[in-house]
């Protein structure tokens, strides 16, 4: 039992490492590959707002390293400092893909707003239902244990829900891509391969979630039948 437990914590983590490498290796090669019309991020998501009648969303830069991203609250697309000043591929991919989910808040796209909804709960769930297994486990307090597994559940729930709102972004951000011409020819295959990289790091929390929580289960029938 000790074996599956522990198999299932290094798959998780195998499996989450990969797409990340997988991500990071794809970024970092179209980030130093210029696109042939010298379109920073920053033009490419103004380009793209202003033609889907999103004046009102700012583009800012912010500090980090893949930080971008699209705040609702704000009304404002973020993009980290090399995809906002530099005129590669990458830049005009990931601007694109952001501007995708200004436009989902727009037409108001339902998982995003179910997504949007339940972030508190998710904010809460990732904090006391690990603090609520850990005690439990520690005090043999099953019940308690319990209540943590279906706090990573909440969890494991926001993850399926946001595969879909991150691949629809990435669907209109490449329309975007096509209409507008920001790409030609072989580079709109370049933006494809890296956006199914970054949406390979969202099916991996899916499946590291999952994973974790068939683990929880195991510990927690483990200790139930002692």
Same mark, same amino acid.
């Given at each position: ?5 522990? $198999?299932?914590?290094?798959? $998780? *983590?195998?499996? *989450?490492?990969? +797409?990340?490498?997988?991500? #990071? ?19 490419? *998501? =103004? ?5 889907? $009648? ?9 500090? $980090? ?16 400092? #090399? ?7 990458? #830049?005009?991919?990931v601007a694109a893909h952001e501007c995708g989910h200004a436009i989902q808040d727009k037409v108001g796209y339902k998982a995003m707003r179910l997504r949007n909804r339940i972030v508190p709960l998710v904010?809460? #769930? ?11 486990? +520690? ?6 244990? =319990? ?21 629809? +972004?990435?669907? =209109?951000?490449?329309? *975007? ?12 295959k370049n933006a494809k391969t890296m956006l199914k990289a970054a949406a390979s790091t969202y099916l991996a929390s899916v499946v ?14 483990? =200790?139930?039948?002692?």
């Amino acid at each position: 039992m000790y074996l599956v437990e522990y $198999g299932l914590l290094f798959l $998780g *983590a195998a499996i *989450a490492f990969i +797409a990340q490498t997988f991500v #990071s290796g794809s970024y970092s090669k179209y980030s130093k590959v210029e696109n042939r019309n010298g379109l920073t991020g920053k033009d490419v *998501a =103004r380009k793209i707002l202003d033609k889907n $009648g999103l004046k009102d969303v700012t583009v800012e830069e912010v500090e $980090g390293y893949l930080t971008d991203h699209y705040d609702p609250t704000k009304k404002v697309v973020r993009l980290s400092k #090399s995809i906002y000043e530099d005129p590669t591929i990458a #830049s005009v991919s990931v601007a694109a893909h952001e501007c995708g989910h200004a436009i989902q808040d727009k037409v108001g796209y339902k998982a995003m707003r179910l997504r949007n909804r339940i972030v508190p709960l998710v904010n809460f #769930s990732s904090y006391a239902g690990y603090i609520a297994i850990v005690v439990g486990a +520690a005090l043999g307090l099953l019940n308690l244990v =319990r209540i943590g597994i279906i706090a990573e559940l909440v969890i494991v729930a926001f993850q399926v829900i946001t595969l879909p709102v991150e691949i629809n +972004a990435s669907k =209109r951000g490449m329309q *975007a891509i096509k209409e507008e011409s920001f790409l030609v020819d072989d580079e709109v295959k370049n933006a494809k391969t890296m956006l199914k990289a970054a949406a390979s790091t969202y099916l991996a929390s899916v499946v590291t979630a999952l994973l974790q929580v068939f683990r929880l289960v195991l510990v927690y029938g483990r =200790r139930n039948n002692n």
